[in-house]
């Protein structure tokens, strides 16, 4: 029997475990695949670490980029950690003095670049499919080095992996705590589990009756191939469309439809935004979308034509490039913050899901939440939880 499980082995699964373990518990992760699955293996992996707003989000991306800058060196392997440009591009439409306006009260302002000033930074951009852009200090990492070298890290301290697919929840008898969970290579038992799976965790929850507010979206992209082209900043839009797709779609009166499969509950729509990774390789998209079936099937062609059609407008060259459409399930709260602790009515069943900004907030939290399981109480863990929907 072990102290902790660990339900899901990505960015939020695999932090949360190595911190656990360093803190002296005994960690069982239980992820469901060997290779990246979800969106940490679709995840553009930037750092917006001036995005802070609040004084409790502000904290977190100070000590988020702190961390995110010393964890290579702590866990032994690379992270492919590395700060870069971004660039907010602006639609030709757009005001541009109201676009910069959403951003007043960043911890760090964006500068405005005219689309020459823009271009001449990127030179991939296309000068007639922008009104300007935003810049901005950003960071990056790898995700997927990020889980190899916490999933290291993490076994070298002791802690364990198993690759199987949890079914469901184990009940105690009482029915106010939780025993362990049940998965398709038997039951495994713990003093604590904690739910890392992000857009199935909603799902997994509701398997054994326990509701949460944690949603999800379908998001898409295109994976290219590495190849010499150089994308020199990341690029993201300054308007992103998918946080209106999740803002509109959360509110309580439609929590219940998201339990039901087949519904659709806005039409889908397409961020053009692109990162090129260390090894050559380009990730372009994204497209989301928001149905409630985590398990629903998805016409790749036609989503792969509605990506490159979006993204040729800003970076044509890049919207042209050979590669591989993916998809995977991107969790998300109503207000923009994680859901960080126990869930009510079961002390020692744990949420750490719903991330809008995993890079920044996953490292600092998960040290956190390990510090405050300790029985040391941390003031921020408390303002994130669940239980504050209710």
């Known amino acids: 029997m072990h102290d902790w499980i660990v339900v899901g082995g990505g960015i939020t699964?695999?932090?949360?475990?190595?911190?656990?373990?360093?803190?002296?518990?005994?960690?069982?992760?239980?992820?469901?695949?060997?290779?990246?699955?979800?969106?940490?293996?679709?995840?553009?992996?930037?750092?917006?670490?001036?995005?802070?707003?609040?004084?409790?989000?502000?904290?977190?991306?100070?000590?988020?980029?702190?961390?995110?800058?010393?964890?290579?060196?702590?866990?032994?392997?690379?992270?492919?950690?590395?700060?870069?440009?971004?660039?907010?591009?602006?639609?030709?439409?757009?005001?541009?003095?109201?676009?910069?306006a959403q951003y007043a009260n960043c911890v760090i302002a964006p500068t405005f670049l005219t689309a020459q000033e823009a271009c001449d930074r990127e030179l991939?951009?296309?000068?007639?499919?922008?009104?300007?852009?935003?810049?901005?200090?950003?960071?990056?990492?790898?995700?997927?080095?990020?889980?190899?070298?916490?999933?290291?890290?993490?076994?070298?301290?002791?802690?364990?992996?198993?690759?199987?697919?949890?079914?469901?929840?184990?009940?105690?008898?009482?029915?106010?705590?939780?025993?362990?969970?049940?998965?398709?290579?038997?039951?495994?038992?713990?003093?604590?589990?904690?739910?890392?799976?992000g857009g199935l965790s909603r799902a997994l929850l509701k398997a054994s009756n326990i509701n949460a507010r944690i949603y999800?979206?379908?998001?898409?992209?295109?994976?290219?191939?590495?190849?010499?082209?150089?994308?020199?900043?990341m690029v993201m839009p300054a308007d992103t469309k998918r946080y209106q797709l999740e803002a509109e779609t959360t509110n309580a009166d439609q929590d219940s439809i998201w339990d039901i499969a087949g519904h659709e509950l806005l039409p889908p729509s397409v961020d053009a935004g692109a990162i090129q990774f260390r090894n050559g390789c380009i990730r372009f998209g994204q497209l989301s979308r928001v149905l409630t079936d985590p398990y629903a099937a998805i016409d790749s062609i036609q989503s792969e034509a509605s990506i490159r059609d979006y993204v040729s407008k800003v970076l044509p060259t890049v919207a042209n490039l050979k590669g591989k459409w993916r998809n995977c399930l991107v969790a998300f709260s109503n207000d923009n913050l994680p859901l960080v602790g126990s869930l009510?009515?079961?002390?020692?069943?744990?949420?750490?899901?719903?991330?809008?900004?995993?890079?920044?907030?996953?490292?600092?939290?998960?040290?956190?939440?390990?510090?405050?399981?300790?029985?040391?109480?941390?003031?921020?863990?408390?303002?994130l939880s669940p239980q504050r929907f209710l």
């Open 13 to 100: 699964g695999i932090s949360l475990s190595y911190e656990l373990q360093k803190a002296g518990f005994s960690v069982l992760l239980i992820e469901q695949h060997q290779n990246l699955q979800g969106a940490s293996s679709l995840g553009y992996g930037g750092i917006s670490y001036w995005s802070g707003t609040t004084p409790l989000t502000n904290q977190l991306c100070l000590e988020g980029i702190t961390r995110q800058r010393e964890l290579s060196n702590e866990l032994g392997m690379d992270t492919e950690f590395r700060e870069l440009d971004l660039l907010l591009t602006i639609e030709p439409e757009a005001n541009p003095q109201a676009i910069l």
């Open 216 to 233: 999800f979206t379908h998001a898409e992209a295109i994976d290219t191939e590495p190849i010499e082209l150089e994308l020199r900043s």
């Open 344 to 383: 009510q009515d079961y002390e020692n069943l744990h949420l750490f899901s719903g991330f809008t900004s995993p890079t920044v907030y996953v490292p600092p939290l998960a040290k956190k939440f390990a510090t405050q399981a300790t029985g040391n109480p941390d003031s921020v863990i408390p303002l």
């Open 124 to 197: 991939l951009l296309n000068i007639q499919g922008i009104g300007g852009a935003l810049l901005l200090p950003h960071a990056h990492i790898n995700l997927d080095s990020f889980c190899k070298a916490h999933s290291h890290a993490l076994q070298g301290l002791g802690g364990k992996i198993i690759y199987a697919e949890v079914k469901n929840l184990l009940v105690s008898r009482l029915g106010d705590r939780l025993s362990g969970v049940a998965t398709d290579q038997g039951d495994f038992y713990s003093s604590q589990v904690v739910v890392c799976a």
